[in-house]
């Protein structure tokens, strides 16, 4: 029996090796991997230059913590601002210590500006991570359940409804947060007239907006930052899962104006900025300019897409229609529950992974260099899903720009 804590629901496979967009399990199976370490190896797994980076920084300098500076956080950092066109860089962790370091950091830009405003908004559907400040953040109650009673002064808007944000962003606010894609909720795009709205609020009422890009940022939409896509600038962004491609790192990226409310003191982290996360960051950024990843992303969402609404073409009684963008997708389930048991089928009998999120949709976070062909797999395992679930009875791979025929099994 596992040692670990019980506090993950895991599925009956263990992984010892990858490569590319490939897991391979202990017996030797082969496993399409679109989850992606759940957005998180846009690189695919073992990629033999973070691999030599990660190498080659380990064994001249793992740890010296804040104490000192180190090259590659330094690097990173100003590689990150020259990228973003922000100034400033906080590393640490993970995604849910990027978002509590923003609710932090808003909430003391307030007090240095001798303002009287603590409120943090964030929306229906938002996850924004575990700690109990970004957890406040997320209105799940079934997060919650236990853990109270959580910090206060957080706030709940619904997503997409640019009307009611008036009546949340004020002069109280001191941040409105929002995932510029929410992928915890089962896939779904903010649209840009909400984006601008929330923009011109903060701005007319003196909150800072904050990008929650740690699952839809670095590449995963297409550009490197989500709100490039969206052509619509925030006061401060928070990062994580992909930026080193598996190790962990998170950060937050702001101007010089705000990040100067941290001072001494204020906020830290032992491991933040490590020089072997850092190291391995660096490279990604590297690789995401040789490899192209922006137009390859954009070309692979669109075959994606055509596969997808095939597949929900044919089996309209089974899958809604797929919605996302880049290669962060979702394909809802019409049978309520039964997301789950389609999960279980993907990978028992085609091996292919994938989640379920939202209650009842399929989310799919595969790496960046996924094939056609890998996609083309995907959707045939669907249809084959379908079928296991006797919604269907046959089944035929599907190509994109085509209906899904069916054919004798």
């Known amino acids: 029996m596992s040692a670990l804590f019980q506090n993950y629901s895991r599925a009956p496979v263990t992984f010892v090796k990858g490569e590319g967009c490939e897991l391979v399990a202990q017996d030797g199976r082969r496993y399409l991997d679109f989850i992606g370490g ?79 405003r603590a409120a943090i908004v964030s929306c229906t559907g938002a996850f924004h991570g575990r700690t109990l400040g970004a957890l406040a953040a997320t209105p ?26 008036e009546r949340v962003i004020d002069d109280q606010t001191a941040a409105f947060i929002v995932e510029p894609v929410q992928g915890e909720s089962g896939v779904h795009v903010a649209s840009e007239t909400f984006l601008r709205r929330a923009r011109e609020l903060c701005t007319r009422t003196g909150a800072l907006l904050v990008f929650d890009e740690i699952q839809c940022g670095m590449g995963r939409i297409g550009k490197t930052f989500a709100f490039q896509h969206f052509g619509i600038r925030p006061d401060v962004i928070t990062m994580a899962k992909a930026l080193a491609n598996g190790l962990p790192i998170g950060a937050v990226l702001t101007t010089d104006t705000i990040a100067a409310a941290l001072r001494p003191g204020d906020h830290g982290t032992t491991f933040g900025g490590s020089p072997v996360p850092c190291a391995a960051a660096l490279e990604h950024l590297r690789l995401r300019d040789e490899l192209g990843l922006e137009q390859r992303t954009n070309l692979m969402h669109e075959h994606a897409m055509q596969t997808l609404r095939a597949v929900h073409e044919r089996f309209p009684e089974v899958f809604g229609e797929p919605r996302g963008l880049g290669l962060l997708l979702g394909l809802p389930v019409i049978a309520p529950g039964t997301a789950a048991a389609i999960v279980d089928s993907l990978r028992e009998t085609a091996g292919v992974l994938a989640n379920a999120a939202g209650g009842n949709t399929l989310r799919f976070a595969p790496p960046l260099i996924v094939t056609p062909e890998q996609i083309d797999r995907l959707a045939t395992a669907l249809a084959r899903a379908a079928q296991d679930l006797e919604i269907s009875e046959t089944i035929e791979p599907v190509r994109a720009g085509s209906s899904v025929r069916a054919t004798s099994a």
């Open 140 to 165: 799940n109650a079934a997060y919650h359940e236990g853990f109270g009673p959580l910090p206060g002064g957080f706030f709940t808007t619904p997503f997409n409804d640019a009307g009611a944000l």
């Open 38 to 116: 759940i957005a998180v190896c846009a690189l695919g797994h073992a990629h033999p230059r973070i691999t030599e980076a990660v190498t080659k920084q380990a064994a001249a300098l793992v740890h010296v913590s804040n104490l000192f500076s180190s090259e590659p956080a330094e690097q990173l950092a100003a590689e990150l601002c020259a990228r973003s066109g922000f100034d400033r860089a906080f590393f640490c962790n993970s995604g849910t210590e990027a978002n509590e370091a923003a609710i932090k950091l808003a909430r003391k830009f307030a007090f240095r500006s001798g303002e009287q």
